[in-house]
């Protein structure tokens, strides 16, 4: 097991972006823990495998189009967003250049810089239209560039992630009866959860195990919670007796 998963993230590490990486994590996770609590809140309301499959089914589908969705539009409207500020800090460069230069002036001179040294960084920087009007996009807007990201890929690879992450908790309900597909539902989607959180540190900077246990955790309660209200209704309804 350890050697798959790090071979999985030699794989990403080596074909996929900061980017993409998230918006893999993103989505399987999502998948993953909105279908664990749908099945389980079923499967404990009904305790029929059939209706379990039919709405886990429903709701995959449901999932990985709305995710995909978001992900199309919001990289989309990142995209604009950054465009339209770029557009807007060019038209000043040129328009009010002098207005633009003191705000470079403003900004480094926050920054500690004073007289000769100042003066050198403001000339040196609005020399170059290119450099001067990043500058501006991030240090007057904090905004970073965006990566060059096509919508349509980013929905692709974020349909795809929640589809995989929603079939996890799902698959055991495909071979066992509700009580064994539950019980492997779980301890799967604990595991998956945990695997990802780790995946998360490695791919950033932080504590694989704290990660890997709130991802766990989050799992836990979203199975544990929806367990028992599924349980609740199916017996405050006679649900169960279907």
Do not use: C
């Amino acid at each position: 097991m350890a050697f798959i998963f790090w071979l999985i993230i030699s794989f990403m590490e080596e074909h996929f972006k900061g980017a993409r990486i998230r918006d893999i994590i993103l989505g399987t996770q999502d998948g993953l823990v909105n279908v664990l609590g749908l099945v389980l809140g079923v499967a404990s309301a009904t305790n029929n495998v059939l209706i379990v499959l039919v709405a886990g089914i429903a709701a995959t589908f449901a999932e990985t189009i709305s995710m995909g969705a978001v992900a199309y539009t919001s990289t989309k409207a990142e995209k604009s967003y950054y465009q339209s500020e770029h557009d807007r800090e060019e038209r000043e460069v040129i328009e009010v250049p002098e207005t633009e230069k003191k705000e470079i002036k403003d900004i480094y001179y926050k920054k500690g810089f004073r007289g000769r040294v100042l003066d050198s960084i403001v000339k040196k920087i609005t020399s170059n239209k290119r450099v001067w009007i990043d500058t501006m996009m991030l240090e007057e807007l904090k905004l970073s560039p965006v990566p060059n990201i096509n919508p349509l890929s980013s929905f692709a690879v974020v349909f795809i992630a929640t589809l995989i992450g929603s079939l996890v908790p799902l698959a055991p309900f495909f071979l066992f009866s509700t009580g064994t597909a539950m019980a492997y539902t779980i301890i799967v989607s604990i595991t998956t959860l945990f695997l990802l959180g780790v995946l998360k540190a490695k791919m950033t900077i932080g504590n694989w195990v704290t990660s890997g246990l709130e991802s766990a955790v989050i799992g836990m309660a979203a199975a544990i919670i929806s367990y028992f209200i599924g349980f609740y209704i199916g017996q405050m309804t006679g649900i169960s007796a279907i």
